[in-house]
């Protein structure tokens, strides 16, 4: 199919599908690609992957709110999740990501018996906290109910049952706002599994989905800092935000101890995933209580989810 750029995929698989059903064809196979070539490079991208008429395309589900547009897709065997037209999650490889922004934290941290999630609607963050027998209750905060509800039907390969824990809490909130009215010292591990950090100009130019912006503010960091405990750790996806003025907001926010990392994910386009990593009263640096929690009591299961 030939799309006009105002149209985005989810358009052009409901024209092969009519096409197909006019026809009376079999298996549907299907392409798209825009026509004049699209400016916004997250919708460039989105269309790209769907220009190989070889592979097995179907749309699982599509879903709009207020807030936010998804979409979830079976490329042959892999199943990807589209949020405001990126890449949130594959199946191929949303374990890399997922390993690698929450297993340090529970490591590092001195006791993880209390975790908040805010975001992560895949429940796929989820899943990884709940792994660690030493965490006794999650409470998981996404600003949107019904994606997350279509993650819970869609996403079983992701979530593998996490949303039926009896350790978990699931609010449908403001992450923001439900840190802000926390009281201190509540949390002993706080993850943050948000959208993208949007600029001025993405806004302005091309109608970027900005919700998550604030999830990087000044104000933010500080309540992050607020209600962790001592011994406790903050995780965040960076993405692709201003290192040195992160970094500046996270030790004015009050944590010392700051590290970040970066890890390749395939279904990214190229873009990988980088993470801060940050600790509140602790006595041994970062790297080396990640070295001594390996050592002590996550080195068999991390080296097994690495495998995978």
Not at 7 to 13: D, E, I, K, N, Q
Not at 112 to 140: C, F, K, W, Y
Not at 256 to 280: N, Q
Not at 292 to 298: F, H, I, K, P, S
């Amino acid at each position: 199919t030939t799309c006009n750029p105002n149209a985005g995929p989810v358009a052009s698989y409901l024209m092969a599908s009519a096409a197909q059903h006019i026809f009376k064809s079999g298996q549907l196979r299907w392409a798209a690609i825009t026509v004049p070539p699209l400016t916004d490079d997250d919708l460039r991208l989105y269309f790209h992957m769907m220009a190989n008429i070889s592979q097995n395309k179907v749309l699982v589900d599509s879903y709009k709110s207020n807030i936010s547009k998804a979409e979830i897709w079976q490329f042959d065997d892999s199943t990807r999740l589209m949020l405001n037209n990126i890449v949130m999650s594959d199946s191929r490889d949303e374990h890399i990501y997922h390993e690698m922004l929450v297993i340090p934290a529970l490591i590092a941290a001195e006791m993880p018996r209390n975790v908040l999630i805010i975001g992560g609607g895949e429940g796929a963050s989820l899943r990884e906290v709940l792994q660690d027998e030493r965490v006794m209750h999650v409470t998981m905060v996404d600003l949107d109910g019904g994606l997350v509800k279509a993650c819970q039907k869609h996403l079983t390969m992701m979530h593998r049952g996490s949303f039926e824990s009896s350790r978990l809490t699931l609010l449908f909130d403001d992450g923001a706002k439900f840190l802000q009215d926390a009281h201190d010292g509540t949390f002993d591990v706080i993850i943050v599994d948000g959208i993208d950090f949007s600029d001025a100009d993405d806004i302005r130019n091309f109608g970027t989905a900005a919700y998550g912006n604030v999830l990087f503010d000044s104000k933010f960091l500080r309540n992050v800092y607020r209600t962790l405990r001592q011994g406790g750790t903050f995780v965040e996806y960076m993405s692709h935000v201003n290192q040195e003025e992160y970094e500046s907001s996270v030790h004015w926010a009050g944590f010392a101890d700051t590290l970040s990392y970066c890890v390749d994910i395939a279904s990214f386009h190229g873009h990988g995933a980088c993470f801060s990593l940050s600790a509140k009263g602790q006595q041994e640096p970062l790297d080396a209580r990640l070295e001594l929690g390996l050592a002590e009591n996550r080195r068999d299961s991390w080296l097994h989810l690495n495998a995978q």
